[in-house]
Nanobody, 124 residues
């Protein structure tokens, strides 16, 4: 059974940084595209960033480009999301997701496995 476990969330002030981690167990991590999604209070879940199986292709939603960086370590079965210059509108529960294919995309319905989420709160 594939399990995704996120960590690294917390409370940070506007302009601060956080680094989220997601460890994948029970599956073939190196064969998966990975992504981060988020769901803010009263909002629908939305795409944040995605990375293909070997890390040479990444895509971001426009509002986080230049501030967030997705990366992966296939030896550690871990995907990361480095978040800099955080804004209050980044406040959300952040979810890690895995897709059983090499290529990445931004559609949540294409992802097969999900973590439980980690809360990120940015104060103003």
């Amino acid at each position: 059974q594939v399990h995704l476990g996120e960590s690294g969330g917390g409370l940070v002030q506007r302009g601060g940084s956080l680094k989220l981690s997601c460890v994948v167990s029970g599956g073939a991590f190196a064969d998966y595209a990975m992504a981060w999604f988020r769901q803010g209070p009263g909002k629908e879940r939305e795409f944040v960033a995605t990375i293909n199986w070997n890390g040479d292709r990444t895509y971001y939603r426009d509002s986080v480009k230049g501030r967030f960086t997705i990366s992966r370590d296939n030896a550690e079965n871990t995907v990361y999301l480095q978040m800099n210059s955080l804004k209050p509108e980044d406040t959300a529960v952040y979810y890690c997701a895995a897709r059983r294919t090499y290529s990445a995309n931004s559609y949540s319905t294409d992802y097969d496995y999900w973590g439980q989420g980690t809360q990120v709160t940015v104060s103003s």
